[in-house]
């Protein structure tokens, strides 16, 4: 499973950097990655940084605009280390996991005021010295940036040497990963680490995809044992995946689930099954009262600083227990609202507008939609959440999740 043959090493680098240098997405961080060696000057925020943070779990169609957007707004460490997290949250608003966001502006008040404005250059300081850097954005960072020959380990890293190199255990599993982790650095190319680890990357996200690989197209095919597995099955000089040689290979593929050919190169990588997301229900109200133009306003208060969508700005909202029956999640709603506003709050007043689904990553929330047409103005208690009242051009112009848009 592993790439022992220096030989093999050298051919399939060389392979890859030509085809990179050849078909390489045109995005727009890549334009300034060079710069970021020094020309654009440490005090300037490195690209790949905020290119690789608004990557994660986001697709690169959605990021290029958010992405030009921060760089124009904030392009200097300096400039985002001032910024406010309303200002972050806002420009963040529908890109999802927010807590990315701020925490990439904590890490530059950071660099400025504890490290005085200098980046770390390499993977293990950056990693250590950075808050939300874990191991991929630091290796990442110190490669494209500033050229540490160091490698990186993403989803689609995971897909192509998984296949290049038949690994059918458990890909998500830390034995594996560390595994895939001693490997990229192993062909991490020395000369040009940053333009390696990206055409990895990208071979995974334009040829090596997940269900139908181009392998006819691919530029590292002749180092492919799934692929040789797959035009030739198991030729005698090629050891069989369920018999590499060691007895109980932590790499291959459990005996309970061997090679199947109508798969092909997709039998790998391999996942243990995922847990299914936890459903939970919030009862939800929009708040409407006539504004000093005659136009409405809806009320919306502030999440508290941490956990999910923290500091964001949302509808009041009330977690619910999940069999409650729609009778009492009213009443429940009515008692919160009640509280905050310091008034009485009729649960039949509350009219029921639908359900809107929304997933996160590990959540199947379920928002039970009400709406309240209030007369006059409402003294909130400012001690529960800050709030305040928006017309609908506000609304969206405000920091709130594509969830509450959905609302
Ligand atoms: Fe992926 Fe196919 Fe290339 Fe192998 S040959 S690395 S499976 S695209």
């Not at 959605?62 to 707004?73: G, L, P």
């Amino acid at each position: 499973h592993l790439f022992s043959d220096p030989a093999e090493v050298e051919a399939l680098r060389g392979n890859l950097l030509a085809w990179y240098d050849r078909c390489k997405r045109d995005l727009p961080w890549r334009a300034l990655v060079r710069g970021d060696c020094g020309k654009r000057g440490p005090a300037l925020l490195p690209a790949v940084w905020v290119s690789e943070i608004m990557l994660q779990q986001t697709q690169v169609a959605t990021v290029i605009d958010y992405y030009n957007r921060w760089m124009q707004k904030w392009p200097t460490l300096q400039a985002l280390a001032q910024a406010s997290l309303e200002e972050v949250n806002e420009l963040w608003a529908g890109l999802g996991y927010y807590s990315r966001g701020k925490r990439l502006q904590e890490a530059a008040r950071k660099v400025v005021s504890e490290l005085a404005g200098q980046m770390p250059r390499t993977a293990e300081e950056l990693q250590k010295l950075l808050p939300g850097v874990g191991r991929y954005t630091a290796g990442a960072i110190a490669s494209i940036s500033y050229g540490q020959a160091t490698g990186v380990v993403d989803g689609n890293v995971i897909r192509v040497l998984c296949r290049l190199r038949c690994i059918g255990a458990d890909s998500s599993s830390p034995a594996v990963i560390d595994r895939l982790w001693d490997m990229a650095n192993v062909l991490v190319d020395r000369s040009r680490p940053g333009d390696f680890n990206q055409a990895l990357m990208e071979l995974g996200a334009t040829v090596c995809v997940p269900k139908a690989p181009l392998c006819g197209e691919c530029p590292v095919k002749q180092h492919c044992q799934a692929w040789r597995r797959k035009l030739f099955g198991n030729p005698p000089k090629v050891p069989d995946v369920e018999d590499c040689g060691v007895g109980d290979c932590p790499l291959c593929p459990p005996a309970t689930e061997p090679w199947d050919s109508s798969l092909g190169v997709t039998n790998f990588p391999r996942k243990a099954a995922k847990k299914p997301p936890r459903a939970m229900r919030t009862a939800t109200c929009v708040l409407q009262r006539r504004g000093c133009h005659g136009a409405p306003e809806y009320l919306i208060v502030q999440r508290p600083s941490s956990g999910l969508l923290a500091g964001l700005w949302e509808f009041p909202s009330l977690p619910l227990a999940q069999d409650l029956q729609e009778e009492r999640e009213r009443e429940e709603l009515a008692d919160h609202l009640q509280a905050w506003m310091g008034r009485p709050v009729a649960a039949k007043g509350l009219r029921f507008i639908g359900e809107v689904i929304h997933i996160f990553s590990h959540i199947h929330q379920t928002y039970v939609v009400y709406s309240l047409p209030l007369d006059g103005d409402v003294t909130l208690d400012p001690a529960l959440s800050p709030s305040r009242w928006v017309t609908e051009d506000e609304f969206h112009a405000s920091a709130v999740s594509t969830a509450m848009k959905k609302v």
